[in-house]
């Protein structure tokens, strides 16, 4: 066979064995709030679906006008046995959770979005650390720093805290758009053991979470 068939034969046998590879990530997306993140091909999905069935449960104060302005969520456990009720619980979990979500902004947060309040969405974290109490649970901020996206810009924090004899470590990306009515949240947690286990899978789960905006 001439050199040069032989080589046009065995690239395309690379090229047929590279797109017959089997993906190793999947995507979380909303094309239309133009936000994605890659997590594991081997995580579970929890779907918006199933995310917003379970947070109509909630009996807390304001609840039911928050869910109504969520744009989009969906979250990815690399366990099965995790599901939408873990995502809200917030409990400590050995296995991690991805949880993302885009929602408009009550008037009242509009005017009063920082990057405090940003860092604040999921545990009043600013209020532990400049007005600590008796019931502030032993706590520790490992990174925080600025995120600018093309469609928002907002705070990374990553932390851990004891609650109940729980650690746990929470990867935390807070934005708001530009015109600051919409935030955009992304959560990546897990006890503080499995944390530290699977830090270079999380870190970069964490990393993918990207905000191009609406069009």
Known sequence: MPLLKRLVVLTCAVLLISSCAAPTQKYGASKEQGVFFTV???WHEISGKELNRQESLST???AA???ALVKWQEAFSASPKLG?????SFSSHESPIAFARVRLLFPDEVNAVSYNSLRNVIVPLTDWVNFPTKTTPV???LDDYEVIEKGARGVRTIYSFTEQ???QTVDQTAMVSEDRQTIYVFVVRCSSACYKKRTSEI???ADSF???GTR
Do not use: M
Not at 84 to 88: C, G, H, I, M
């Open 65 to 67: 006008e928050k869910l």
């Open 60 to 62: 807390a104060v304001g």
């Open 203 to 205: 870190t970069k789960v």
């Open 84 to 88: 939408a009720k873990d995502v809200f």
């Open 210 to 212: 990207t905000v191009r």
């Open 165 to 167: 004899g729980k650690s």
């Open 139 to 141: 706590f520790d901020i």
């Open 40 to 42: 594991p091909v081997s």
